[in-house]
């Protein structure tokens, strides 16, 4: 099976700097994604990592450790527009993807 | 734009009755994604087709939950004799699985919402 855990909710200023952290457990691993949703909208896809380590995306990034179980997406320069939950999500050993239940960023000016 | 598109974004029905929910997804994809998603938690799978085939169903599925892709492009899931406890918004995501592997990213639906009165 997978578990996935992540804060539920996280609040930070306009302009700052933001970590979103995510561990896991899980049978098999074949990547793990990050997703933005806005409230009454589809998630978005943010990023995908495999590999272990730091991929950079504009003010997004996003980090793995598979042997930590660790993820984290880090947000610079945030905006109001950021405000937005965040999932986290684990495609395990088939092609099936369980999502965290997500953190709730408030953007604060 | 030709992303995924979902109809109808918004269905009313009472318990008891049949709803089916259409998901049109990327033109070039193979796979198509259903999810289901409740107030503050993420989307839950519900099954996932690759073509025509439907290659896995959640264990959690009921056996009123009945999905089909028919000719590998659009897809329908049917919930049959709805319950109260069925309102959610219904997700599709489709995505492009490449024989050489890699990065299969899924694109996300409007998605239907659907409550059950």
């Known amino acids: 099976g997978q578990n996935i855990d992540q804060p539920t909710e996280m609040t930070a200023t306009e302009g700052a700097i933001v970590q979103i952290n995510c561990t896991y457990q899980?049978?098999?691993?074949?990547?793990l994604f990050w997703y933005q949703q806005h409230a009454g909208e589809a998630p978005t896809f943010l990023s995908y990592n495999v590999l272990d380590g730091l991929e950079e995306k504009g003010r997004f990034s996003s980090f793995l450790s598979r042997s930590k179980g660790y993820s984290y997406l880090l947000l610079k320069e945030l905006q109001m527009k950021d405000s937005a939950s965040y999932l986290c999500a684990l495609r395990g050993g088939y092609q099936k993807v369980t999502f965290g239940i997500g953190t709730k960023l408030q953007v604060i000016p | 734009d030709t992303g995924v598109s979902q109809d109808p974004r918004h269905k009313i029905t009472k318990r008891g009755q049949n709803v089916t929910f259409r998901c049109d997804p990327i033109s070039e994809h193979n796979r198509l994604y259903w999810y289901r998603q409740t107030l503050g938690q993420g989307p839950e799978f519900l099954t996932y087709?690759?073509?025509?085939?439907?290659?896995?169903k959640s264990r959690l599925l009921s056996d009123r939950f009945s999905a089909e892709r028919p000719k590998g492009s659009f897809s329908t899931l049917e919930i049959q004799r709805t319950e109260q406890g069925d309102s959610a918004m219904y997700l599709c995501?489709?995505?492009?699985?490449?024989?050489?592997?890699?990065?299969?990213?899924?694109?996300f639906g409007p998605g239907t919402r659907l409550t059950v009165l």
């Open positions: 995501a489709s995505s492009l699985a490449l024989q050489g592997g890699g990065t299969d990213t899924q694109y």
């Open positions: 899980t049978s098999g691993f074949n990547g």
């Open positions: 087709f690759q073509n025509e085939a439907q290659l896995e």
